[in-house]
Structures are given as structure tokens and as C-alpha cells.
């Protein structure tokens, strides 16, 4: 079998393994990045991005020209509505965006490109594995050898079967669903978010319904629930979202589905996230929130840490990539991990909303902590409430286990 030699292969050419062959490749690095699917492939999303997304593409140097520029969140809980601008004056801009994920996706990979890395379209690539250590991939009949590969396949499928990178099976993950509609309000500035929706059985779901504004004549009409409800096995995706259109199509003059909804799953946990010669980023590694399901931010953050350590020392990056995104995120998402068993629990998400948006200037916390955008060194209210709940959640972290609604 031929085999070529690189620096650097990144198995997945979604916004996670485009940062990461950006980083590496102008850094020098001669990297080669597989993808299954054609140039110009769409990914199941919501397009939206926080104003952390945005400042992790501002650091990768990608133009925001192409998105929509978004002002803030309309938080909507049952009568309650807050329009809430995005947090001005922290480390991230003040301004998110929303922008169709074909779009962003290309803009992403042609940014690697003219950094210099090889992008191969429709080639699916599979770690080779020497004993426990990745040397390199098989793609399409040949070998490509290198110091470290990276695995930014998105949610769990065969890389993560073959290298132990699957979901834990106790914590919670998400599922949702979005389709595309003409709106005459497709130019809103704000990201709108239902926080009530139910089930077809009444049952209050964890998660929530969005209306994301792409600017372009359209809106991302999505919905999501995460795992810890009672009877998420048998909630049904498609009349969540029918109901969820039922309840926006007056107030945003909704037209018809552009194109079938369409669902995925959102990963939050990963039994492992390095190894001998390879690390997994983004959707690949459980980097999603679960407290408002963004993922691309995380991919490419990552991805942006992953190379960063490749190019400092190839051989203690796997295990550094794991400690440092650890310290980056592991303490955040943990905590939106037992968040998200306790508003598996009717009551307590129904009495939960109504405190998180019963004053502007909680909705404006509630803003703040779920977008990740505060930490507990962050200085003010928002800060000193997201240490006190971290508290409080890993103080009750093993009853939340055991009371768990889900069924
Ligand atoms: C309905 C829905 C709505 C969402 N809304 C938002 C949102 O509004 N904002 C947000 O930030 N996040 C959102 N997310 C999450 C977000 O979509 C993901 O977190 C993000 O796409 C992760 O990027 P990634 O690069 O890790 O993986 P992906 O974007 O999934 O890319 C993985 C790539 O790997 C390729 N691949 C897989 N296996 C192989 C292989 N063996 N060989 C070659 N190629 C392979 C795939 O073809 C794919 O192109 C949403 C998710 C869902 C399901």
C-alpha cells in the first residue's frame, strides 16, 4: 500500500478540524485534512454563534462579513419576553451572529486551504493503530503516516468506536432538530429562544425552541431537548417542532419548510478525548454546552489549542491538549451537565424559569452563565452566582444521579 509521511492529519473538515488545520498549517506544518463529504456540505445546526464563537473566529482571522450580525437574545418563557442585549465590556466581543452552516463551514475550510493545508474531499479516513498508538490514517486505499492525528468526526460513529471516544453512557447528551422557512423577519437582530415548550403529552421539555435570523430572506427554526427528561426515548422530534412552528408562524410570518427537518445528535461527554499520536476536538471529544447546545465555538477552540501544542512539542501535545482543554472547559461543562438532570425535573424547571427570567437583571445572568461567557473569576453578580451554583450542583451532583427524571 503507498504510504506518504506528514506533520499533521485531521480526519473531519467541519469547523473544529478547519481550525485545527488552519492553526497548524500556518504555523507551518504540512497537514492533510480527509473528509467523507463533498466540499460545500451542510451540517444539521441552528447557525448560531455566541459572542465566545465569535471572538474564536476573530482569533482564527475569519471575516464575519457573509453572517448576520446579532444584537442580543429574546428570551421567551411562556407569557414572560426579555430582550436582552449580549454582555458588553468582558474578554468576548459584545455581538454574536448567525450564519448558515454550508456558508460558514466553506468559509472555514477555504481559510485552511490558503493556509496551505491539503483538503481531500469524500474520502473517509480511518485511524491505523500500531499496538494503543495512532501513527497515521488509511484513506481510499493508501496510507498517510504523521506524529498526530486529529479526530474531529463530529458526533460518535466509527473513529470514535475504534479509538474509545464514545459518549459516557450515564451523562446526558441532546437531540434537535431544524429546519429553514422564509420570514419577513429574517433580518431580526436577535436570537429568540422559548424556554417552555412541551411535549405531546404535556410533559415541560428541558431545552428549548429557536428562531435563529440568517439575513438572507430565511430563519433557522429549530428545537432541542436534552437527554434527562422523562420520556425522551419516545419524543418525537418532528411534532416538537411542528408545535413549536404552530406557536412562532404569526408573530415572525413563517412560509413552509424550505427543506425536510432535519435531526442530530449533540454530544456532551466522551469517555476519552487522547491518546498515543491522536487527540479528538470538538463534537468528537463532548465539547458541546449543555446548557444552550453550541458547539462550534468549542470545535474551534479546540481545534485552535489542539495545533497550537502540536506545533510548541508533537510528542507531549495529546497529553498537554488533554489537561489544558480540560482547564479550559471541563469545570464549565460538568456543571451544565448537572444542571441539566435538575431541569430533567418538571418542577424544578418550571419554578427554575421562572426565577431565571423573572427580572430583566436575572434574565441578564441567566444570559451570561448559559453562554458561557463568565467564569468564576469573572467580577460582578454573574460571576459570583455561576461559583455559588457550580457549588451547590457538585454538592448535589449524586442525588441529581439517583432522582433523575429520564425514562
Ligand atoms: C440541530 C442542531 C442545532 C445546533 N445548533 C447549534 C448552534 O446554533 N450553534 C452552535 O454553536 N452549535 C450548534 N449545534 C452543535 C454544532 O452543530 C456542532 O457542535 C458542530 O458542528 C461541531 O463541529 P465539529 O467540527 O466538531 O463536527 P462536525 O461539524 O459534525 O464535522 C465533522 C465532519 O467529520 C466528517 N467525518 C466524520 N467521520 C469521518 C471519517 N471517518 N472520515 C472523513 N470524514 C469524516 C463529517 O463528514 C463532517 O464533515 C447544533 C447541533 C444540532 C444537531
Known sequence: MPSTAVDLLVIGAGPAGAAAATQAARGGANVVVFDKAPYGRDKVCGDGLTPRAVGALNELGIPLDDAHHIDGLRMIANSTVRELPWPDGGRFPNHGAVWPRRRLDAALIDAATEAGADVRWETEALPILEGDTVIGVEANGERYTAPMT?????????????????????EPFGLAIRAYAESPRHADAHLEACLTLKDEHGTPVPGYGWMFPAGDGTV?????????????????????????????????????YLERPRAWRLPMSAQR??????????????????????????????????????????????????IEVGERFDGFLSTGRRFSFLIGHPWILKNGLRLAVGTEAIANITLQVMGNLVDSSTPGAAGRIFSLTDKALATADPLLRRTRAAA
Open 150 to 170: 486529529v479526530v474531529a468526526t463530529g458526533a460518535p460513529g466509527a473513529v470514535a468506536k475504534m479509538l474509545g471516544t464514545e459518549r459516557v453512557e450515564d
Open 220 to 256: 433557522n427554526i429549530g428545537a432541542g431537548a436534552l437527554s434527562t427528561m422523562k420520556g425522551f426515548k419516545k419524543l418525537n422530534l418532528n411534532t416538537l417542532l411542528d408545535d413549536y412552528r404552530d406557536m412562532v408562524q404569526e408573530t415572525w410570518g413563517l412560509g413552509p
Open 273 to 322: 478525548r487522547h491518546g498515543k499520536g491522536w487527540v479528538a476536538i470538538g463534537d468528537a471529544a463532548g465539547l458541546i454546552n449543555p446548557m444552550n447546545g453550541e458547539g462550534i465555538d468549542y470545535g474551534l477552540e479546540s481545534g485552535m489549542l489542539a495545533s497550537d501544542l502540536f506545533l510548541a512539542d508533537a510528542a507531549t501535545a495529546p497529553e498537554r491538549y488533554d
